[in-house]
């Protein structure tokens, strides 16, 4: 082979070298620990933000070195591909789609630690034996494996998965001469806090033997809370004014099975 080929092969080869260093991430060792944590851990659908934060601790007991390669995967939802740790911890955003339910995300990097112990052989001075020979053989040390499994996993609620109280209001109570009524439902986890984007179906049903004639103006299909977690929806009644004052029942259910209800009375009498 020329002077000229053997130059060629020569960078060719440290370039693939180059290339391959670049393309193998620093993941822990193997056995690390791996604590997860999700901020909040519960989000609205479509566009709803969680800080996912890992901390890994080496089976010494030490954290990892810092640009230790996190990688990250989530079963619902969007989340980075992979993380950087600095002081042993790796943060990264999960971000919900248009979907409502749990979203599973998990952490990898180094792997399980073995499962059979690595054993060394100890230096150890040379010692007399019974014949007068010496012996350098030392004493067998196990090493440490630890017990980490190179990952976690989190869940994190998303938007239907949230309501944990409804709330129903109607507005005028009483339809007199109006003949219509807004009807609002307020939707709320169990912190007390709103929750946007989740679907509400609303209902009307009659009290007692009075004829329904009343609709509401969705025709039942699902009214999607805004950013107060407010859903909205319109009573309207067909009765004829003079008739008996008669009582309706309107429930909104969200999806994941939270219900309320409030009553409206219809009373077209003479003179109101």
Known sequence: MSKRK?????????????????????????????????NP???????????????????????????????????????????????????VNFVADSRSGTATVTAYSGGPA????????????????????????????????GTGTGSASITIDIGSKLPALVLVTADPPVLSSSRQAAITANVFDQFGNPVQHVPVIFQVAAV??????????????????????????TLATRSANGTTQKTVTVTATTASGQTNDVSVVVSYSTGR
């Open 208 to 233: 007692g033997t009075a004829p329904l004639q009343e609709v509401l103006s969705s025709g039942g299909a699902p009214q999607y809370t805004d950013s107060n977690g407010q859903a909205f929806d």
């Open 114 to 145: 073995p499962t059979t112990p690595t054993t060394t052989l100890a230096a150890a001075p040379f010692t007399a034996s019974a014949r007068g020979h010496s012996s350098a053989i030392g004493d067998v040390a196990t090493a440490a494996t």
């Open 41 to 91: 851990p519960f989000v609205v659908a479509n566009g709803g933000t969680s800080v996912v934060t890992a901390l890994l601790t080496e089976p010494a007991g030490t954290l990892v070195p810092d640009g230790t390669v996190v990688l990250f995967f989530t079963d619902l939802g969007r989340v980075d591909a992979e993380g950087k740790t600095r002081n042993g911890v790796a943060r």
């Open 6 to 38: 053997l130059q060629l092969v020569a960078v060719a080869g440290l370039a693939l070298l180059a290339v391959t260093c670049e393309e193998v991430p620093m993941t822990a060792p193997a056995g690390t620990t791996i604590f997860l944590q999700a």
